[in-house]
């Protein structure tokens, strides 16, 4: 009999040549090309392409997919629609929840399995989340949505999308490296979401629907969002040290320092900080970024000892920031991102399908009796 | 080192109080009263409250839970005009994922762990989903949506809203017995998926919106469907025989017999098969319902000493259409019943929570080198 373990941890769930993690060199692989390659050499939609189908892709692939994923930009205008029904005042990974189950009833093809399916699943999720993020963003308070434009890239057109402008190649590339940075980190609980929805053989659609519920609990996505509330909440350099040892002293966890799994720094952290000081060079600095540098060196005078760095979480939240970004918008690009890594677990699942259907310990009892309501 | 067994089968996932299924006796428990019990005294509404709060409501508590329960049926006006932009081809169970992700930003009362929070959102969407099934069964064929009543039983006002016409006692309460039979059933693949996502703490609408896309795969839900569409092949009772023996030759499946863990006949279908006699004989045989039992007949002659007999799924088809329910609402209907189950073991995980993140067995390559373009 096998013992239980909460939340699964340390129970295998599935074979997986998607991602590789290893927390105590922090080394990540996204089919098994270090992390930190891809960030320098190659860009979002050439990864989601690594990540998904299993391999770099040639020219005449790469060139294939990107034309494909710009022309599935558009949303249809029920879409639109159904997006202008949703409250301005709910959480936008909701309405990224809502709209991409709807997106799933426009299309027949449904069949999970049939890589031809697969394919263009792909593609239409990939290319259309993206414009669906943006409408919401514009659409609640109150501006039209903007329609992407198919001869920008894949950031560029993001960006546009949500604030009119064509972002400049600095802050393009470094949104773009971030994106790369989120799309995949093995089995994690979103990812597993996938999975056991995957395995009854619903559609992609369906999928990533659930995903993104997943995600967007205050427990997985959204750990951004609380440095960048930590940070406001320190509110100047001089008062860094005084926060941190107060925290280390009542042994709390200081948001965006420490890992489940990494016992060095977080590899995507190293990269995000690179791709930090390239923006606040170009764009100049920022108070809350000074704040963040010196949350993290003394930081690491307080924890390293203990195994506890900066984790990628510390500085993204800040980046969006600086690029205009609402705080809400932060998981809802972690999702925009991530959904590569759903997408390539779910077709690994339904290749060599096992519907999920674990054991539960019951601990109820048995033989109770129907009291009559009067009787009770 | 644990072993990986695929789809988590026999691996314990969580610790349980709400159900209990025995299938070698062919005993299912709801929180430890036999369901055959429940299925005979007790009702929909007094069943969900069993099986969230762990106990049959006391009079003031059934009166307070089905009195909040009539006055939350209505949908909020934005929430139909989001299911009029939903394509009227797609299947209403996207529909369903769609619209109760988006119900989700209308109540900004998000700590699932609360137990007032936990009330009331159970209460909203207990009776809401029956109007979101209703309305788009509705809107789809262009029919204005029919506003609950709060004067009628729940069964009743569901089949109200569908047809605009009051179900006579005999429907209303075959159908009532239906949902609570579709309620619970342990740790089914929708179940575990609504669990993983309440291990974020998301809320529970987004739960439940992640266990109604697991519902929705080919593999769980819809397998009533598949019934009738076997029934409706075969076409008259006199083909039965050879259509049995042709499938018991080839060692294929037959559609509603043979079930994952009953070893005996199902206790659902022992109180579907008096159910559908109570039905067919108050609105009269058809044609279907004839073949049915001929099925179920010459199957038990086949397959009874393989331990194969009639499943949940092998009447409630039959009876459901007789109430001239289209058959894709099927699904929905399970839903709507089994919203009860998903939403008692997401508070029961939530209690001891702990995130899920299981492990998985890498089986792909490492430090493969990133060719530039022009070299792959």
Redesign the interface.
Known sequence: M???????????????????LDGEKGLL?Y????LE??AK??HFV?TTYLLIFGN????AQ?KKFDHDLRIHRRIKY??V??IK???E???PM??L???V??L???Y?DKDVKDPEIQYISAVRLIAKLPTIIAAYARLRRGDDHVQPRDDLSFSENFLYMLTEKVPDKVMSEVFDTCLVLHAEH?????T??GL???????DP???V??AI????????GGANEKVLRMLTEIGSVENVRTYIEAKVKANEKISGLGH?VYKVKDPRAIILQRLAKRLFKHLGASPLYEIAMEVERVGEEFLASKKVYANVDFYSGILYQKMGIETDFFTPIFAMSRVAGWLAHAFEQVK???????????????????????E?
């Open positions: 096998i013992e239980f373990s909460p939340g699964l941890a340390g129970v295998p769930a599935a074979r997986s040549k998607v991602s590789y692989e089919r098994g090309i270090p390659t891809l050499k190659s050439e770099l892709p040639t020219t790469l029920r879409i629609d159904l029904c949703l409250p005042s709910g959480h909701d309405a929840q809502a709209a189950a709807a799933g009833m426009f027949p093995t089995m994690n609980a979103s597993f979401s056991v929805t995957a395995s009854t053989l619903s659609y369906t999928v629907s659930s519920g997943t995600l967007g609990g205050p427990l997985h489940r060599d399908n096992h519907i999920f259907r674990p054991r539960e310990i019951y601990e109820g009892e048995h033989g109770r009796v129907y009291h009559p309501i009067s009770r």
